[in-house]
């Protein structure tokens, strides 16, 4: 039997710009109160909340702030909303834990049919009746809404509108051959179900030490790597230990340890060959509280030694450029915890309605935790990325959207590597999208049609 003769191919390079530092200067004065993060982003988001008002109803439009609506006039009014959700968690939950006294047994939704929205200003707040749906509404959205005032001092809605998706830089011109970025996330090492065989699998695929010719070509052209967070498992926070006394656990090493090891060790493999950004996650060694810091280099002293080259560890949420790509991503507690509050199960439906938002993540601080700030929102999107991505989701999916003003945006759920020992592979030049699973019999998953076909 002839064997096929193999090619050698040289991979591609790739230019990258980290644009995260807004998600890195952090002002951690817990002296603060939260409210202040909720004033600032209604300021900011205001004129363009009334840009897009009168883009949809007019130019004259009747503008009122809260406290000049008035009884049966027809108007419009801006502001930030909260809902009022009976089933929300509390800190009661947080004592009930530890007294072992089940509040909310097995539930991952807080929504019913009892929640009711507000809407406040800087001045006051009214209650909204009519067309609005709260199951689609989360706390801390900016919104404007048309109606009118009813006889009992609650606000009729008959129209409402988000500040809509922001501008976007144009696609920049990708050379004519093919460009891959790889996405994964939830690698989920420590954990007894880790995939060990499966991620060694990936590294070798990667690197161009598996498959045939048609293989190491494509392989060849991936030019970048994000891992979306959880690259280390929830079972790694050893929550048993930490009610003991020290002196019962001062011998004991902890699981975190030995899972950052394993991480290093797939790492040094993989950057000597392909640049590589390691975003902070849930259960990873970061801070808890939006946005997550990058883990310290320190951790990773084999994978290290090309620290500044090929190998970043950054924040979450993320935002650069690769090779003039605008990309911006989180490892997928926003989109988590949305899905907690809403009536709604898919990613990327929650991932559209955030850039319409113009805020990643707007739970934040009611139900998602944040530093307090008070001078900014780090949150708000200024500029519509040309791929959106979402890690450490349920399964792999996507779209292409359109904005009203011309703004393509790809948007992807990037599954759980874990669960489905999957990853994402994106060609910058097409927006081709394919799903790749990592098995003994490996196979391409679904993907899009080029584009422009």
């Given at each position: 039997m002839e064997t096929e003769e193999l090619t050698t191919y040289l991979r591609s390079s790739c230019k990258k710009e980290n644009l995260s530092k807004r998600f890195q200067d952090t002002d951690e004065n817990y002296g603060k109160q939260y409210s202040s993060i909720y004033f600032v982003r209604?300021?900011?988001?205001?004129?363009?909340?009334?840009?897009?008002?009168?883009?949809?109803?007019?130019?004259?439009?009747?503008?009122?702030?809260?406290?000049?609506?008035?009884?049966?006039?027809?108007?419009?009014i801006i502001g930030t909303l909260f809902k009022v959700m009976e089933l929300q968690p509390s800190i009661l939950k947080e004592i009930s834990d530890e007294l072992n006294i089940p509040v909310h047994p097995g539930r991952n939704k807080f929504t019913s049919e009892t929640d009711k929205l507000v809407l406040e200003d800087a001045m006051q707040r009214i209650s909204l009746t009519g067309n609005i749906n709260p199951n689609m509404c989360f706390t801390g959205t900016v919104v404007a809404l048309l109606g009118k005032e009813s006889i009992s001092g609650q606000f009729h809605v008959e129209d409402m509108t988000y500040p809509g998706?922001?501008?976007?830089?144009?696609?920049?011109?990708?050379?004519?051959?093919?460009?891959?970025?790889?996405?994964?996330?939830?690698?989920?090492?420590?954990s007894k179900q880790e995939k060990t065989f499966q991620i060694q699998l990936l590294i070798d695929y990667?690197?161009?030490?598996?498959?045939?010719?048609?293989?190491?070509?494509?392989?060849?052209?991936?030019?970048h790597v994000i891992i979306a967070g959880n690259s280390l498992s929830g079972d790694t926070q050893d929550k048993v230990s930490q009610k003991k006394a020290k002196y019962l656990t001062y011998k004991t090493e902890a699981s975190t340890v030995t899972a950052v090891k394993d991480l290093d060790f797939f790492l040094s493999q993989l950057v000597p060959y392909v640049s590589v950004d390691v975003m902070s996650g849930e259960y990873d060694p970061s801070n808890h509280v939006l946005p997550q810091r990058p883990m310290h280099a320190c951790l990773f002293p084999l994978a290290q030694?090309?620290?500044?080259?090929?190998?970043?560890t950054v924040p979450n949420p993320y935002e650069c450029k690769i090779n003039g790509v605008h990309m911006l991503g989180t490892s997928g507690q926003n989109i988590n915890n949305l899905k907690m509050f809403s009536g709604v199960d898919d990613s990327i439906t929650l991932m559209l309605e955030t850039l319409r938002f113009q805020h990643l993540a707007p739970t934040a601080p009611d139900t998602l935790g944040c530093f307090p700030?008070?001078?900014?929102?780090?949150?708000?999107?200024?500029?519509?990325?040309?791929?959106?991505?979402?890690?450490?989701?349920?399964?792999?999916?996507?779209?292409?959207?359109?904005?009203?003003?011309?703004?393509?945006?790809?948007?992807?759920?990037?599954?759980?590597?874990?669960?489905t020992s999957s990853v994402v592979i994106v060609n910058l030049k097409t927006y081709h999208v394919q799903e790749i699973f990592v098995d003994v019999n490996w196979h391409d998953g679904s993907s899009t049609e080029d584009p422009d076909n």
């Open positions: 209604s300021q900011l988001m205001k004129e363009r909340i009334i840009e897009a008002a009168k883009l949809k109803w007019g130019q004259s439009v009747n503008m009122k702030q809260l406290s000049d609506v008035v009884l049966g006039e027809k108007c419009c998706i922001p501008v976007q830089s144009p696609y920049p011109d990708i050379c004519e051959e093919s460009q891959y970025v790889l996405f994964l996330s939830g690698l989920g090492i420590g990667i690197i161009g030490m598996l498959g045939d010719n048609e293989d190491h070509a494509l392989c060849s052209q991936i030019v030694k090309y620290h500044g080259s090929s190998f970043s700030y008070y001078k900014s929102d780090p949150f708000i999107i200024d500029h519509c990325p040309h791929i959106y991505f979402c890690g450490n989701q349920d399964k792999f999916a996507f779209s292409i959207e359109e904005g009203s003003s011309g703004q393509k945006i790809l948007l992807l759920s990037i599954p759980e590597f874990v669960k």
